[in-house]
């Protein structure tokens, strides 16, 4: 027979479970949007860039947009690998994208401004979280990784 769940256990598994589901997310988006960035599918990319940014960086804002897709890439994967690393990295990169939004053509992109804030607020909330957790969550192994299923079954 088990002993019952107390609070604290609770809590410990919804943050373990957080931190997953935002792992995977800020692993999975930057990737897909560093992705678009050579392709434009979803939109035309160099149109969100402000223009003092362009004039100060070298060659067309679609150049910009390529090393901007290889960055986007690399901060996934290092989020996928090394959380307490790449989530702030990544909420950095965020707050560089407000202010692009911010300062291109106000007001037309204040409402992304807006959204990517809001995914600002959830990488610094991975960061927490990463810099939180036992090393063996972070980057579990196989051992915790069979320990955690029998935990989270239980649940």
Request: net charge neutral.
């Amino acid at each position: 027979m088990e002993a019952p769940s107390t609070q604290s256990d609770k809590v410990q598994r919804a943050a373990y479970q957080t931190f997953w589901l935002l792992r995977v997310g800020f692993t999975v988006a930057p990737i897909l949007f560093g992705v678009d960035k050579f392709f434009n599918w979803s939109v035309h990319w160099p149109e969100y860039l402000a223009g003092w940014i362009n004039d100060i960086m070298p060659g067309s804002a679609q150049d910009f947009m390529y090393a901007v897709g290889v960055i986007e890439i690399a901060a996934g994967l290092i989020v996928l690998f090394a959380p307490r690393i790449g989530a702030p990295l990544v909420a950095g990169w965020l707050g560089g994208i407000v202010i692009n939004l911010l300062t291109n053509n106000p007001p037309e992109y204040y409402d992304f401004a807006l959204r990517d804030f809001g995914l600002m607020l959830g990488a610094l909330t991975l960061a927490r979280l990463a810099w939180a957790m036992p090393q063996t969550a972070v980057m579990p192994t196989r051992q915790t990784r069979d320990s955690g299923r029998r935990l989270h079954t239980a649940a």
